[in-house]
């Protein structure tokens, strides 16, 4: 399968560290123009800095995925310097630990707001501007949520951000629906566990070993787990491929 994103510009939320920072490189060595969105805006001018310096090309903007005139601001700096976004990955993410019962109440809106309607604020307005481009610009559209495989799970600790992420799952469905006739492919990554910055230490803890411990292959995922799914998904490889949910995690959750 070709990964070639040759003239594809890619708007990525959720870039300033983890898997984010990581696929801003995949996606730059395979062609695309890479708009970097964060809210931490020193982390995603040099994760520019490097990506330029190795012949890609990219953009960093401010992006607080949560506020509607954030995201709009992004797309008109994209549109500027590359030209209509055709090409969205929703990243951003955010975690609340601690049992339902003692989570304060702002730490599950903010994990709301930020994992649920930041992605639906980020898929809709790209999704706007790829309809009014028009063809052939809209019928290359491809939109690339990620989710979690907590979506499918219970637990302890990590209700909102379960429940956040099974509402990714179903509103990528949604989306490919609504959008299904207008050329734009919707699709959802559920990742497994990956040591990113999210996790914090967690996995370092006698907890975090247990449940490594638990799965079957006793191992988290490595940085480079979803390249090649994400390549694809971005690619004109997929396009027969919207409204799926792909679950990527070495079966940690069988």
Known sequence: MSSDLTNRTVMLSGASSGI???LAHVLANAGANVVLGARRAERIEALAS???ATGGKSLAVALDVTDEASVVAAYDSAEAEFGTVDTVIANAGVSADGRSIDVPVEDVRSVLDTNFLGVYLLAREGAKRMIAAGPPQQSKGRIVLIGSITAQMTAQGDAAYAASKAGVAH????????WVRKGINVNTIQPGYIRTEIAGDWFD???GERQIASWYRKRLMDIDALDDLTLYLCSDASRYVTGGTFTVDDGQSL
Do not use: C
């Not at 509103?171 to 609504?178: D, S, T, V, W, Y």
């Open 20 to 22: 984010g920072a990581h």
């Open 50 to 52: 490097e990506i330029e």
């Open 171 to 178: 509103l990528g469905r949604q989306f490919a629906r609504e």
């Open 205 to 207: 803890t006698e907890g």
